[in-house]
């Protein structure tokens, strides 16, 4: 450094192969910044998605050679009775849970974004089981779903109900992991929240001045304006709903009588448990497909009724 | 509470109109309303904490009674003791730091340093590589979940860390690299340029001028970064097979296999694993709300 201060502040060497003109410098840059990456897209994403396509059409349990199948794995899943259940059990959760943690997150939003004495205490009471380890979230419900002491039943006995065998009746296992999954409403919720506290209060001035009431106000302002963070919440709701499992997997493993057989699930129980490896990635891709397919169709159909604004 | 007040007083000097009277008592009902549905609503949105709490400090034979008894008579906090040592939680949460801070390092090195690239440099393809950032934000896990698993048991690193680390030092995950690109972009670009002017390269630039001004950023990414390791059930699950390479997480989850119908311990070891969420969040709440309004909706 000491020889070339004259001359550049650059060491030399990098004469040799820095490029001179300064786009070209500045692609460079811009590419040496991104490269981990792209080489971790490369490495982690790519290589992957080649592998479990090359995997879908064999048959392979990780220790004799794999074998060519073909479309053997979309055929076998036609007739897999468990393929369709889980199906079936995912979409039903989905379209329970999805929507009612959509409208309790915006009404408490709704109702946290006013100014009263103790709010911040609300926001955290609402928002803090949100992020409790899913581990620690599934031994406590176990237990709260426990048929004879826990408080699930605790609760019905106080308004005169009988016990509920939450976890051994098909019928009631399903709802018991919905209303798990309805606790943790609260990170939607927040994001409700950020999102109505970024809506400029000169709107609501402007409408008061109208005479718009209440009802016209949330009808016509805050709705639209929110409407990009209900659409998100939405999607990342989908997305987020067809990939449980630690819950289903700690509380029920599945039963009773698979009613608790979500997607994921079983997908891992043909993995990692009877070592069907194609077939699993067989399930992983149809069931890629099928968010995409979905979250396309909700962008297409939901999206076009989002009310965009700059309101910055 | 403000314009309540304005409105009072402002009204005064004139009629004290009815309707002005009216307005503001239907505002106080209003608000007493909106307390008694909060109250409500929190209530029952603490009651499975209350339960566990509760459920935790209660000997054996006083857990299985119904109905319950509210407050634990003899309050045994021995099952804290005893539920930790029953497992090696000690050496669980030794593992679990040892993850954490690798991820932490990987997360804020390289997703800083891509998160910048992506924030402050103009070059040809660039938006193209941030909406593929985007997309694998979107892609569910488990599709790749197979065909990653086969990737790490040919390399050798089942039973080992590297799966649960390794992968985060290309790029931290999409949602830091997005988390990293949006606070880059809302510091000033005059700064950039006296470094600029001063001979600082991109690079002096990025990790002597940006980086220390990004400490809301760098707080936000790694408690979340924290949050996910010490959450993550899934990864531990497929990739740690010895006990003493378990983490807190998949440690619980043996635990609860183990004990069948001690709920009192496994509530014991469930607050234990709890309580470190809620503290941090306690203490840092504001980089929460700042991680959630940085991720969500700023353009």
């Known amino acids: 450094m000491t020889t070339t201060t004259t001359t550049s502040i650059t060491p030399h060497w990098t004469h040799r192969f820095w490029p001179r003109s300064l786009a070209a410098r500045r692609a460079v840059t811009g590419y040496i910044f991104i490269s981990p990456f792209i080489l971790g897209f490369l490495i982690w994403f790519l290589i992957p998605a080649g592998v479990a396509l090359w995997l879908t059409v064999h048959d392979w349990n990780l220790i004799s050679p794999p074998k060519y199948v073909g479309a053997k794995h979309l055929t076998t899943m036609w007739e897999d009775e468990r393929f369709w259940k889980s199906l079936t059990v995912t979409t039903t959760y989905t379209l329970i849970s999805v929507p009612i943690s959509l409208v309790l997150g915006f009404v408490l939003a709704l109702l946290l974004n006013t100014k009263i004495w103790g709010i911040s205490f609300f926001r955290t009471a609402y928002y803090l089981p949100s992020i409790v380890p899913a581990v620690a979230n599934a031994v406590l419900w176990a237990w709260i779903f426990n048929t004879e002491y826990g408080l699930a039943n605790v609760a019905l006995g106080m308004f005169g109900l009988p016990k509920i065998a939450w976890l051994q009746r098909p019928e009631w296992a399903l709802p018991a992991l919905i209303i798990v999954s309805l606790w943790g409403f609260g990170s939607g919720m927040v994001i409700y929240l950020a999102g109505l506290q970024g809506i400029p209060q000169v709107f609501y001035e402007a409408a008061e001045i109208d005479g718009a009431g209440r009802w016209a106000k949330l009808r016509h302002i805050t709705i639209p304006l929110v409407s990009p963070v209900i659409f998100f919440n939405l999607i990342i709701g989908i997305i987020g709903s067809f990939q449980v499992f630690t819950i289903a997997r700690l509380v029920t493993n599945g039963g009773p009588q698979n009613a608790t057989l979500v997607y994921v699930l079983y997908m891992y129980q043909n993995a990692f448990q009877n070592l069907k490896m194609g077939y699993a990635a067989a399930l992983a891709w149809v069931l890629f497909v099928i968010v995409v397919v979905l979250t396309l169709f909700v962008f297409k159909y939901i999206g076009s009724r989002v009310h965009y604004e700059d309101v910055r | ?299």
Do not use: H
Request: aromatic residues 18%; positive net charge; charged residues 15%.
């Open chain 2, 1 to 299: 509470m403000n314009m309540v007040t304005q409105e009072q007083t402002t009204a005064r000097p004139l009629s004290l109109s009815i309707r002005n009277r009216r307005a503001l008592w239907e505002r106080r009902l209003w608000k007493g309303l909106i307390v008694v549905i909060l109250s409500v609503g929190a209530f029952i949105m603490s009651l499975p904490f209350i339960w566990l709490v509760i459920s935790s400090f209660k000997p054996l034979e006083k857990i299985f009674i119904f109905p319950p008894e509210w407050i634990p008579n003899p309050f045994r906090p021995q099952n804290y003791v005893e539920a930790l040592v029953y497992k090696p939680f000690g050496l669980y949460l030794f593992n679990t730091m040892k993850i954490v801070v690798l991820n932490l390092v990987a997360v804020i090195l390289t997703a800083s340093f891509c998160g910048y690239g992506f924030a402050r440099i103009r070059f040809p393809g660039r938006d193209f590589w941030f909406a593929l950032v985007l997309a694998t934000l979107m892609i569910p896990y488990f599709v790749l979940m197979v065909p990653q698993f086969i990737m790490f048991s040919r390399l050798g690193w089942i039973d080992t860390f590297y799966p649960l680390t390794v992968p985060l030092f290309f790029g931290g995950g999409a949602f830091n690299i997005f988390l990293f690109r949006q606070f880059f972009r809302s510091l000033p670009e005059e700064l950039a340029d006296a470094g600029r002017i001063d001979g600082c390269s991109e690079f002096g630039i990025y990790w002597r001028i940006m980086m220390p001004l990004s400490k809301p950023a760098l707080a936000t990414v790694a408690i979340f970064t924290f949050l996910a390791a010490w959450n993550d059930y899934i990864g531990p699950l497929l990739y740690l097979r010895s006990d003493y390479n378990f983490t807190v997480a998949i440690g619980l989850a043996t635990f609860r296999s183990v004990m069948r119908t001690e709920w009192n311990l496994l509530m014991a070891a469930s607050t234990a694993m709890i309580l470190p969420v809620i503290v941090l969040f306690f203490l840092a709440q504001r980089y929460f709300v700042e991680g959630i309004v940085l991720s969500g909706l700023k353009g």
